[in-house]
């Protein structure tokens, strides 16, 4: 298991946490950047969302990613989990192009993927009580750092775009003005991922894409 600290901070700030980012000593790429495209699902009643503000300590949360602009660019299931303060996920590689996959259908009873994700047992009980169906987009940039064994990822650009919300929107298409810094660690070296933290004096704080989202579309009160 690991543990995620995030940092999301004001667009205006950007200069200054860059900056701080390379004062760090050996911190490398470590991949690429890249556009990430996160469909979350959720039930009707928001149980995923629900269960993420009111902080359950064993809980998930399903999305389907897939990179770049190309709609015939490979796609994958996850499952992300969480218990206390040590998260981990599943990866399901569902073999085809984002284009292909019917959305609606995904966790519908005859539908592999659905077979897959029932043997979890983080995940059976939010699909055994009703349809997951896609909630909301959430497309971004991603800077890969590593530095000795922690990485950090920073996330910039991100934009939500609504599904399966009933709400009145004013928009189809917001922009945040929030950008977030992820440091990410096996527990055993905590203590050089609080040297890392106080290099880019930054206030770490609870932060979901998912749930932001949703407080844009009116379908969840998140600050």
């Known amino acids: 298991m690991r543990i995620e600290i995030k940092i999301p901070y004001h667009l205006n700030n950007a200069h200054t946490i860059e900056g701080n980012l390379h004062t760090l000593k050996n911190l490398r790429q470590h991949h690429p950047t890249r556009k990430i495209n996160s469909i979350y699902f959720d ?5 995923i969302a629900r269960d993420n503000i ?13 990179y770049g602009d190309k709609p015939e660019s490979n796609c994958y299931l996850e499952i992300k989990k969480k218990l206390n303060k040590f998260g981990f996920k599943k990866v399901i590689d569902m073999q085809c192009p984002i284009s292909e996959v019917e959305l609606n259908k995904v966790f ?5 993927i659905y077979k ?5 047992a983080y995940a059976n009980e939010y699909i055994l009580k009703d349809l997951m169906l896609p909630q909301v987009l959430v497309s971004y940039s991603r800077d890969y750092f590593i530095i000795d064994k922690i990485r950090i990822t920073h996330d910039k ?8 919300i009933d709400k009145l929107n004013t928009q ?10 992820e440091i990410k660690f096996d527990y055993e070296n905590l203590s050089d ?16 894409k998912y749930l932001r989202g949703l407080s844009f579309f009116n379908s969840a009160i998140y600050i």
């Not at 009111?54 to 897939?66: L, P």
């Not at 650009?157 to 399966?164: D, E, L, S, T």
């Not at 991922?193 to 979901?208: D, E, G, M, T």
């Open 157 to 164: 650009a991100i934009c939500f775009q609504p599904f399966g």
């Open 193 to 208: 991922a609080q040297n890392v933290l106080q290099k880019i004096q930054q206030k770490p704080k609870r932060f979901s």
């Open 108 to 112: 519908s009873l005859d539908n592999e």
């Open 54 to 66: 009111s902080g359950i300590s064993k809980r998930c949360k399903f999305r389907i990613r897939h």
């Open 172 to 181: 189809k298409n917001i922009n945040d003005y929030l950008n977030v810094l």
């Open 43 to 47: 039930n009707l009643n928001n149980q």
């Open 116 to 120: 897959e994700v029932i043997k979890d």
